[in-house]
């Protein structure tokens, strides 16, 4: 095991939490962590859709080691559910395939009961997936036939927020879903409407939790704006114009908030990324750095039968960030940090 190595111009290393606007790609929106930590070397932990707003968690420097592991958190979404019509791309992006008669409350909120815990899924066609080497979106705006296979997903919970109805049925529902990693908001639409005899897409979408990071506390929060039914039905159907995604003066206030809100890894950080914190021995240091075959009395703070569980190595003489482990019967290395 090789320490990661550095240089003198090592960027900024931590975790920021972002929150993007709508019509901006998740990409794009790291342009303004890029600029303002003048770095490269950043990475999101999962992806929102250009139509969607809300938190992006961006690791930078020697943190992006850690985005695969953030990814795997538990996420929260508010979902505002348009009914009566299905689009191919399943929001309000994609063209109308679909029209149907809208659901009633009582046959809505019996199904919203049964959409929780383990479940099914398949994919949106429209998505980034990969089928025989190629992006299923790619397929898909070609006009060929995409067939993704279910996966397994699970709902930790459904509310329904906010309902808009007349006298037919439900036009709207707003609804919060706190899921698993890999499920789709957008499927869910798809499949709670189908469950309802109905059709629907998304009118709107915002990321609010992904495990305890919280959108409240992300840069740029304070742009985005309340989101309901009304807000996000007028933004999706044309009834008001998005901000400028590049306004000077918005982008300078964003980069000053990025590099206020750059968040160094420490043990309390380290404990909301779903790791148990703990302090490698002085006397170990020359031991973990070249490798060698790692055992609980290195290290201070593990519990006594050690669980399965996932460690960040903190060290004892300075408390920097060295490190991740896997712990257990056997203990291994994630990655080092030199």
């Given at each position: 095991?090789?320490?990661?190595?550095?240089?003198?111009?090592?960027?900024?290393?931590?975790?920021?939490l972002?929150?993007?606007?709508?019509?901006?790609?998740?990409f794009?929106?790291?342009?303004?962590?890029?600029?303002?930590?003048?770095?490269?070397?950043?990475?999101?932990?999962?992806t929102l859709?250009?139509f969607?707003?809300?938190?992006?968690?961006?690791?930078?420097?020697?943190m992006?080691?850690?985005?695969?592991?953030?990814?795997?958190?538990s996420?929260?979404?508010?979902?505002v559910?348009k009914?009566g019509?299905?689009?191919?791309?399943?929001?309000?992006?994609?063209?109308?395939v679909?029209?149907?008669?809208?659901?009633?409350?009582?046959v809505?909120?019996?199904?919203?009961?049964?959409?929780?815990?383990?479940l099914?899924?398949?994919?949106?066609?429209?998505?980034?997936l990969?089928?025989?080497?190629?992006?299923a979106?790619?397929?898909?705006?070609?006009?060929k036939?995409?067939?993704?296979?279910?996966?397994?997903?699970?709902?930790?919970?459904?509310?329904?927020?906010?309902?808009?109805?007349?006298?037919?049925?439900?036009?709207?529902?707003?609804?919060?879903?706190?899921?698993s990693?890999?499920t789709y908001?957008?499927?869910?639409?798809?499949?709670?409407?189908?469950?309802?005899?109905?059709?629907?897409h998304?009118?709107?979408?915002?990321?609010?939790?992904v495990?305890?990071?919280?959108?409240?506390?992300?840069a740029?929060?304070?742009?985005?704006g309340?989101?309901?039914?009304?807000?996000?039905?007028?933004?999706?159907y044309?009834?008001?114009?998005e901000?400028?995604?590049?306004?000077?003066?918005?982008?300078a206030?964003?980069?000053?908030?990025?590099?206020?809100?750059?968040?160094?890894?420490?043990?309390a950080?380290?404990?909301?990324?779903?790791?148990?914190?703990?302090t490698?021995?002085?006397?170990?240091?020359?031991?973990?750095?070249?490798?060698?075959?790692?055992d609980?009395?290195?290290?201070?703070d593990?519990?006594v039968?050690?669980?399965?569980?996932?460690?960040?190595?903190?060290s004892?003489?300075?408390?920097r960030?060295?490190?991740?482990?896997?712990?257990?019967p056997?203990?291994?290395?994630?990655f080092?940090?030199?």
């Amino acid at each position: 095991m090789q320490p990661e190595k550095t240089g003198k111009t090592n960027p900024p290393s931590g975790i920021v939490l972002f929150a993007k606007r709508s019509g901006l790609t998740s990409f794009s929106a790291l342009f303004t962590i890029k600029h303002a930590l003048k770095t490269g070397r950043v990475g999101h932990t999962g992806t929102l859709d250009s139509f969607a707003s809300g938190l992006l968690v961006v690791c930078s420097g020697t943190m992006t080691r850690m985005v695969s592991r953030i990814t795997e958190l538990s996420k929260e979404y508010e979902a505002v559910l348009k009914f009566g019509v299905q689009t191919d791309t399943l929001d309000y992006t994609g063209s109308v395939v679909r029209k149907t008669a809208l659901p009633r409350r009582e046959v809505l909120t019996a199904v919203l009961s049964e959409f929780t815990g383990s479940l099914q899924q398949v994919p949106p066609e429209f998505s980034a997936l990969h089928v025989n080497g190629h992006r299923a979106s790619d397929l898909a705006r070609q006009g060929k036939k995409v067939e993704l296979p279910p996966r397994k997903i699970f709902i930790y919970k459904n509310e329904l927020l906010e309902i808009k109805e007349s006298s037919c049925g439900v036009e709207y529902a707003r609804i919060l879903f706190t899921v698993s990693r890999g499920t789709y908001i957008r499927s869910l639409a798809r499949d709670i409407a189908a469950a309802c005899g109905s059709s629907a897409h998304l009118a709107g979408l915002r990321r609010t939790r992904v495990g305890s990071f919280r959108l409240e506390d992300a840069a740029g929060s304070d742009l985005l704006g309340p989101f309901t039914i009304d807000t996000a039905a007028a933004a999706a159907y044309g009834q008001t114009a998005e901000p400028a995604p590049r306004d000077p003066a918005v982008e300078a206030a964003l980069q000053q908030a990025v590099c206020g809100k750059l968040r160094p890894m420490t043990p309390a950080l380290a404990a909301e990324c779903d790791l148990i914190p703990v302090t490698l021995r002085t006397a170990y240091g020359s031991d973990f750095f070249n490798g060698r075959q790692l055992d609980r009395t290195m290290f201070t703070d593990f519990p006594v039968p050690v669980p399965e569980t996932s460690a960040a190595v903190f060290s004892e003489t300075d408390g920097r960030f060295l490190g991740v482990i896997k712990a257990g019967p056997r203990f291994t290395y994630d990655f080092v940090i030199h």
